[in-house]
């Protein structure tokens, strides 16, 4: 550990570029990850494709159409209305007790309603006016009972969950989507031609903006590989060099060049280890108080312990040279350096 910090300079640098690394990878992975969950989840539910109206509104025509297609399985159309309560607006979505979950809901309080008096309210809504299970929501005449809360889709942020028998209450009641689910085997491109030639939009829970996303990212370890390792090589190159007469002190007195290597490689990976800890506990600072405010995000184990075996790979890589050179030093000339 000594010989690692002996050049405090070079080793801050090296120290620096791998730490900014481990916070690159962490706070990007996270990133995409929440994206992903964003279109996989929070547009499309746990369904194949949602459609949405396009030159025309979804009427219950769409409905039909759609469920006569070829290879459809299974179709949940999303019935809404936005409302105001007082000074504050949000939207009634309509649905069955099994229905929530296909749109990538999931009950984080409470229970589901089991009569038409009582509904589930999401998180938006709970947080915006504090409300609470078991409270009371006084709409045209009506009590309901929130009974649950629900999170996990952006779509529907801001809103309270109603039994579908009690749509005759509210008023311009439209239909917000269709979620489909399609037979195994069916060609998605089928579908999606025939949804176009029906004016309307399909948006799939397999989209490609996600794969884009895993590009960049691979893009991105490629780069922090190249980096990292070129940091790694210049630092403990230099180290190398500095020490030149006690490598040929510690050949002289009989270390072999396996040995040597080993030392200098351990080092890099020791330097590794450093900026790793350190460039999570800063990840996890930033993740939580500036990441976190514009995006849902979450670190798992398996993201520190892939960015860990990133930099242990850039340690042994960018050691590798110096390594060699260090085990190829003669103990004569190296007892001459000066």
């Known amino acids: 550990m000594t010989n690692i910090f002996r050049n405090k300079n070079k080793a801050i640098l090296s120290l620096s570029g791998l730490i900014i690394a481990v916070v690159l990878i962490l706070s990007l992975v996270a990133v ?8 996989n989840t929070n547009i499309v539910g746990n ?33 809404l209305t936005s409302i105001e309560n007082g000074n ?34 999401d998180q938006g809504y709970k947080d915006s006016t504090n409300t ?50 399609l037979k195994k085997d069916v060609s998605k491109e089928n579908i999606e031609t025939q949804i176009e030639n029906m004016n309307l939009i399909s948006i799939f829970g397999d989209d490609n ?5 895993s590009l960049i990212l691979d893009y991105l370890y490629i780069f922090v590989m190249i980096l990292g390792s070129i940091i790694v090589l210049y630092t403990r190159l230099s180290s190398v060099n500095d020490r030149t007469r ?30 790793w800890l350190i460039g999570s506990i800063i990840s996890i600072i ?7 405010g514009f995006f849902m995000v ?23 040279y110096p390594a060699w050179r260090a085990s190829r030093l003669s103990p004569t000339e190296a007892l001459r350096y000066e």
Do not use: C
């Open 32 to 39: 995409t990850n929440s994206a992903s969950d964003l279109l």
């Open 88 to 121: 504050y607006g949000f939207n009634v979505i309509f649905l069955n007790n099994s229905s929530y979950e296909t749109l990538g809901l999931n009950l984080i309080e409470g229970r589901t309603f089991k009569n038409a008096s009582e509904i589930i309210i």
């Open 132 to 181: 609470n299970v078991n409270d009371i929501i006084n709409y045209n005449n009506t009590q309901y009972k929130v009974v649950g809360v629900v999170s996990g889709n952006m779509n529907y942020y801001n809103s309270i969950i109603v039994s579908p028998e009690q749509i005759n209450k509210f008023e311009e009641v439209h239909i917000f989507s269709i979620l489909i689910d």
């Open 47 to 79: 369904t194949d494709i949602m459609v949405l109206g396009g030159d025309t509104p979804l009427t219950n025509n769409s409905i039909d159409e759609l469920r006569n297609l070829d290879g459809v399985e299974s179709i949940t159309p999303i019935l």
């Open 209 to 213: 903006t996600y794969s884009s996303l």
């Open 298 to 320: 979450q670190l798992t184990p398996p993201m520190f312990s892939n960015v860990l075996i990133i930099l242990l790979l850039i340690g042994v890589i960018g050691g590798l």
């Open 246 to 275: 006690e490598i040929g002190v510690l050949k002289a007195i009989g270390w072999d060049n396996k040995r040597v290597t080993m030392m200098i490689i351990s080092e890099s990976l020791i330097l590794s280890v450093v900026a």
């Open 286 to 292: 930033i993740i939580s108080y500036v990441i976190s």
